[in-house]
């Protein structure tokens, strides 16, 4: 798993359901990983990518999704096609190992997409989500009760102005990642 770059990825949609709701914004970093002489992780971000996705169907969008996530016409006035977005993404982060925050949730909307727009997802077959890291490394820390991104981020000590933007919030969850592999 060294070997491979990793996408830090992180999504808005219009709702939690896959199938039914979709993804209205993409925020990934690409990071090269190596390694010092004495094993010390060393994080090299390649690229940055924000997108805004256009929504087919916001008939079917819950309300209190668009409201989190800041969704309103004027700023998705311009935004990218799904389809044109995903092959963008299936591009950059091929051969990568997916990081997120809750991975299961944003994988879940990356497949449906992947397989909506008939685009191949040539990211590695493994993934690592934050939430599951930190609970292991940190079970008996009885100061962490929760494991949304805001309670890590105030854990950790990292600062994200922008909750429920996709970049603001991969942004976090990388930074969240390093404090954590070199938290001992």
């Given at each position: 798993m ?6 830090f990825?992180?999504l808005?949609t219009?709702g ?5 709701h ?19 992780a ?5 690229e940055?990518?924000e997108y ?9 969008a ?6 989190i996530n800041?969704y309103n ?5 311009f935004?990218a096609?799904l ?6 993404v299936a591009?950059?982060t091929a051969?990568?190992?997916m ?5 299961f949730?944003?994988?879940s909307?990356?497949k449906?997409a992947?397989?909506k727009?008939?685009?191949s997802?040539?990211?590695h ?5 934050l939430i599951s890291?930190?609970f292991?490394k ?6 962490l009760?929760r494991?949304n991104?805001n309670?890590?981020?105030k ?6 102005e922008r909750?429920?933007?996709a ?5 976090a969850?990388?930074?969240i990642y390093?404090?954590?592999l070199?938290?001992?």
């Amino acid at each position: 798993m060294r070997k491979h770059n990793l996408a830090f990825i992180d999504l808005e949609t219009t709702g939690l359901d896959p199938e039914r709701h979709e993804i209205i914004e993409i925020g990934v970093i690409i990071v090269r990983q190596t390694f010092t002489a004495d094993n010390q992780a060393v994080f090299e971000v390649i690229e940055e990518l924000e997108y805004k996705v256009k929504p087919e169907h916001l008939e079917t969008a819950e309300p209190e999704a668009l409201r989190i996530n800041g969704y309103n016409e004027s700023e998705w006035l311009f935004s990218a096609d799904l389809k044109a977005v995903m092959q963008i993404v299936a591009d950059k982060t091929a051969d990568c190992i997916m990081v997120g925050q809750n991975v299961f949730f944003d994988w879940s909307f990356l497949k449906e997409a992947f397989k909506k727009t008939g685009v191949s997802c040539r990211m590695h077959f493994q993934r690592l989500d934050l939430i599951s890291m930190v609970f292991a490394k940190f079970y008996h820390d009885q100061t962490l009760e929760r494991y949304n991104l805001n309670a890590l981020a105030k854990f950790f000590g990292v600062e994200n102005e922008r909750a429920h933007s996709a970049l603001a919030d991969i942004r976090a969850t990388f930074e969240i990642y390093k404090k954590l592999l070199a938290k001992k």
